[in-house]
């Protein structure tokens, strides 16, 4: 199979010309179904009122009814004496006004004398408290147009007017067929080169949430008869069939072909990014996706393509998600050409006033957790080559922002003990979340400077002094009043292989020829620990083997040490419990959360500090191993 | 059975104090369900990876897989030939790097000599275009913490982290209890007295969307003993129990009582506006409702204390509506101690700058469709009398604002052509909402003097001229240009019982002794007419049965007149034939539109000009009968 390229790529606003506008679409049906079954569905045809509500006059309160004209100039000081049975009658809220009678009395204005007698004191209007027929709906009256999507209180008005059926449009059905010889389902046994198929419950769910009705095919093989053979089949019974993955440029990726053979190509390749590698055509009048294989990718496509799609069939506009306006504290790059989708946090921070900043999240449209730790996205136009810093800009939200505003950024160094925090915080206070950024010691401190989070971790050793983190507070952020909280003392050692095969002693024996090392990003504080102990020792960093290759996490180096050919890594011990590994310490060192002092008052980081004073968060942090609670919680600087 | 009055009314914030905060709650349990059955879920405890993701060192792109230092001095001036299957392998995304390998070259770049090799013209940096093991989650790191509701890409996150089970709480179980002897199930045979049982429809789509999980227990009579024995045999099997109706002061308001002998009654009765009869209760440590029977009451009651509540069992915050700002062009008034509720229709309108205002609809609180038509609810706090004209209001929303915005307000008389216009709107242009407010030709044109709507429709006879609606415009909006177009001619006139039976002729038989008439209210151009007519016959109005009691549309009318003992009423042809009834006519008038004409230009009034103009919407006005077309959608009047 030869490698296809893209056919000319397409803007945004072209690809959705040429499919949402343009190509033939083979309308929905109807059915009817019960009211009461009818939530979120959406009408087809005008709902009209079979009865009217109420369908007598009825009162509308509890009380007496009477003839208005018996009533006539009494008064609190003329009061008058009705006879039950005779000249009035009780009555409760929504009970038929019976014919002789044409007015109500409230209880609360009436006055017992016997079983057979009551006294009131003030006139009566005629009609008042009934509800005359048709008050809430008159027979004939329209309760819904076509095209509405029905709620609780629509629902109730239906069965008000007697509607117990409605014509709602079919839901679209919509086929996934994962493709790609690589993918197992999840929970089976994973080998090296499986990848499990996750992309299909992601795309089920929002489809579900747009108002399709999904059906998940198997996973089809990289073959491309089968999976040619496997779309035809499906074409008479479904709206829409999405193929996950195969549209990009590898010697597998078969998608544009098999839509070209069967029906027509539209479009291949759009300049979004993530999401460039989709496809869209038709065969017959049944739109086809060709969905990219990347997590994030295949989201956006969704939400450009098939969400206005699944909408469209339905008579419905889709509606935009809310945006607000935010700073950039950092240059954003982009290529130009290309519409960029930057998924970001956002934090609320004082300048000379109080105003939202936007902090990018990893690019990669790999990486799924970006989705599900962003508060909002940021377009970066076709034309543009990014945005300077300080400009701004405007994010359309993932949350409510009534929680982004409470958001508690932490961009800084990676610490476990930082999850303990933000689960605990979320379970006692369930609107605030604590983002962990991980950028490591020193990208948190330059944060803070740009104004970028509200808390930083650090765990820096000053080589000159070997006093930890207050000379880079000091000389990084001199011209911000700060307060030093100590979070952990912790262990930082080599992580090693379990059994330690490779026989590694100490920090010499990364110079070994045979010793693959893995290290953290520039910046890190463990990174600087690092270069410290090599200069301490004279080795020479340029002969350790990976000392370019670069994570941003304890976990990461963990992960690497424990399946791939790395045999070492530093770290800290929690993080080398977590994956079972052999652990040999260097050195004990002193983690810091710095904050602001114009923030160290606000409600939200005094919840914070009350959980981290806590036994119950030290003692979850002492159970991950390697860790010293004893100064956790204490003021270490102020300045 | 004693009426009982309410204990010691409760403020709002009082009454969730003590129902929300103070009184004892049992923890929901919690369940391991599939992850990919979780959508809308709630963790119940943190989720943290079990394996890696990527789980080994994989290609990010399609291309071949070399070794960086075989790249080293590599240029398009310097380019390189390498052997496939020796120096560099293909490569597929998601693949993994052999080990032998540390870096991808893109597809793009690679340059085919023949099966065997290839040349390249870069050199490849260490570990460029490879995903490190755990570049998107690490085994062990947190993947969602407890407390958080689950949407797609949590979904994807949780099964790329290897996780397949989730630990959720579990759905609270709430029983609604509908009671009422005058209930039946919608579709049953329905007899003066009886009223549908809508009520458990809306708040079980209600406690669906929150999250809850519903059974409806059957509607019970108002038996004491009835309703008390089935809820005590329901405290066992349910988180929460709500009762509807019988929760007010009349003769057979059971609720407060029974939950009082059951367990304790907390409160009974708060000061708010629809939902003054809510009762509030529990029963050993379940929370007991006592539901409001009227509709609107029981949806304010629903979110004022079961949202929050069920909401507080998930461990999750409530997030309020969003809100907007707007102008009250009407004095409001509202009761001094109560916080009232007021549903309004929004429309963006110009006066010196473009901004929202509100309209209110009607108070009642049994009037269902309010809530189907209201944009957005009012809140009048407890301690105001309401608010003056030209008061800046906050108004929660009930629709998208993006909606709101193309909101076209028609304030004025009711026609029954005018639902037609607005469902052919919305099937075209499903985005534009037509929203009719029924206040009469008179009211209309007030309404447009105050900036109360985009358009009005008005059928005003000047009895003076002969002339209809130039001269009622020309008085009442001289400061204002505004252009009439001519909705429809239509026939006015007497709707009789079907049959006639009271042998009615004509005008003067309303002054009859035996003839009860329903009247329009005032304002209304019907009732103009209607007085125009008695006047030229010289008919005394006062000796007319009825005549004071008002109704608001022509299909009220006729709704009045088939099914009470009202004999006659005057309207239109095309509301009478709805109903089947008997019609003389009396007169032909003219309804005309007007628009000012800062709004005629609009986009969204355009196209409401459009349709009129249309064949198909004339069409379908036609067959209502009573309608002359011929010019409809014909400029009457500018100026």
Redesign the interface.
Known sequence: MK?RIYLKMHTLEDAKRVFLDEAPLRPLDSELIR??DS?SRVTSS?VFAK???????SS?M?GIVVRSTDTIGVSEVRPKVLILGKDAE?I?????IP?EFDAVIM?ENVHKIDDNRIEIREAAK??QHI??????????????????KI???????M??G?V?DVEVYKKPKVCIVPT?S?LVE??ER?E?????E??S??????I??WGGEVTRHEILDDDYDLIKNSIESLIDKFDIILIIAGS??????YTPSIIEELGSLLVHGVCIMPGKPVALGIIGDIPIVGIP???VSA?IAMEEFVKPLIFKML???A??R?SIKAKVKQKIQSKVGMEERIRVNLGYFKEKEWGYVAVPLKK?S????S??RADGILRVPKLLEGFDKETEVEVELLR?E??IKKNILLVGSHD?AL?IL??EL??KY??INLLLINVGSLGGLMAMKRGETHITGIHLLDTETGEYNIPFVKKILSDLEVILINLVYREQGLILKRGNPKKINGLEDLIREDVHFINRQRGAGTRVLLDYKLGELNLDKSKIKGY??E?F?H??V???V????IDVGLGIRA?SN??GLDFIPIAKERYDLVIPKVYYELENIQKVIEIIRGEEFKKKVEALGGYDTSSTGEVIFEG
Chains 1, 2 share one sequence.
């Open positions: 490698r009211v009461e939530s005008p009865i009217s509500s109420p369908q007598y006059h509308a509890d009780y409760n809220t929504g009970d038929p014919s209880i005629p009609w509800r005359i027929i048709g008050e809430d709906l008159v027979k004939g009256e329209l309760i819904l147009p076509s095209n509405h709620r609780a209180q629509d629902i109730g008005a069965l008000a007697g117990v790609g690589e999840p929970g994973l090296i080169g499986n990848i499990i996750f992309n419950r992601i795309l089920s769910d929002l579900k949430n990009s440029a590898g010697s597998e990726d294989g990347y997590p989201i008579g419905l506009k509606i935009k809310r990669g790999g990486i799924i957790t989705m599900v409510d009534e929680i476990n999850e933000q689960n979320k379970v369930q609107d370019d290759t994570v996490t976990l990461a963990s992960a690497a424990k399946d791939s050919s993080s977590v994956f």
